[in-house]
């Protein structure tokens, strides 16, 4: 259970990405009272938490209800992760969620960024919501189940405070160690994905 809990830990890490979300925060909210400020961070890790539990216990009935096997889901969801590292390493995720906070930045709808789009899609996007969809359905049982979400609950809470502090993590790190990490954390969800399409195309062939 210490390796699903690892497995966990840094699957939700690399696609919730803390790191990067806390620069584009910091600009959402730059001028808001810290209150405010501290409150929508609040709010939009709740709200992202609860939909991705909601994903992780009933995501699976929702595929059955749709007629979609766990395994192409797998394979799917690998092929998307896979996309999202690519992004990663060539920067273009964190270009495309600067382009979407200038947007409204510049539509001038800074008072509540909680919910869009720091919930969803920045906390929990595609990715995340295929992340726990996949490790859920690699296994049944209660305690696989709370290992998952305690993974989540502790990534869940780094997120939080690294939006209370991105105005100062981002004067320490400086950009050109963001984009490091980044790239390495790219590296990282690309195995990972790679493994998510071996374990799907496996599970489709066998007899």
């Given at each position: 259970m210490i390796e699903l809990f690892v497995s966990a830990l840094v699957t939700f890490f690399v696609v919730i990405d803390p790191p990067g979300c806390a620069p584009i925060y910091a600009g959402l909210t730059a001028g808001a009272p810290r209150d405010h400020a501290r409150a929508m961070a609040a709010r939009a890790v709740l709200v992202a938490g609860a939909i991705l539990v909601v994903f992780a216990l009933f995501g699976q009935d929702i595929l059955r209800a749709l007629g979609i096997s766990l395994d192409g889901f797998r394979i799917a969801g690998g092929i998307m992760l896979?996309?999202?590292?690519?992004?990663?390493?060539?920067?273009?995720?964190?270009?495309?969620?600067?382009?979407?906070?200038?947007?409204?930045?510049?539509?001038?709808?800074?008072?509540?960024?909680?919910?869009?789009?720091?919930?969803?899609?920045?906390?929990?996007?595609?990715?995340?919501?295929?992340?726990?969809?996949?490790?859920?359905?690699?296994?049944?049982?209660?305690?696989?189940?709370?290992?998952?979400?305690?993974?989540?609950?502790?990534?869940?809470?780094?997120?939080?405070?690294?939006?209370?502090?991105?105005?100062?993590?981002?004067?320490?790190?400086?950009?050109?160690?963001?984009?490091v990490v980044t790239r390495l954390l790219g590296v990282l969800l690309a195995a990972l994905a790679a493994q998510f399409v071996i374990d799907g195309v496996k599970a489709s062939f066998q007899v």
């Open positions: 896979f996309l999202i590292a690519l992004d990663m390493v060539f920067e273009k995720r964190t270009q495309r969620r600067e382009e979407r906070a200038q947007k409204l930045l510049d539509a001038h709808e800074v008072e509540d960024v909680s919910i869009f789009p720091m919930a969803m899609p920045m906390i929990a996007g595609p990715g995340s919501i295929a992340s726990i969809m996949l490790l859920m359905s690699k296994g049944h049982g209660l305690e696989r189940t709370l290992v998952i979400l305690a993974a989540l609950a502790a990534i869940l809470a780094v997120t939080y405070f690294a939006l209370l502090l991105a105005g100062p993590i981002m004067r320490v790190l400086g950009a050109k160690v963001e984009a």
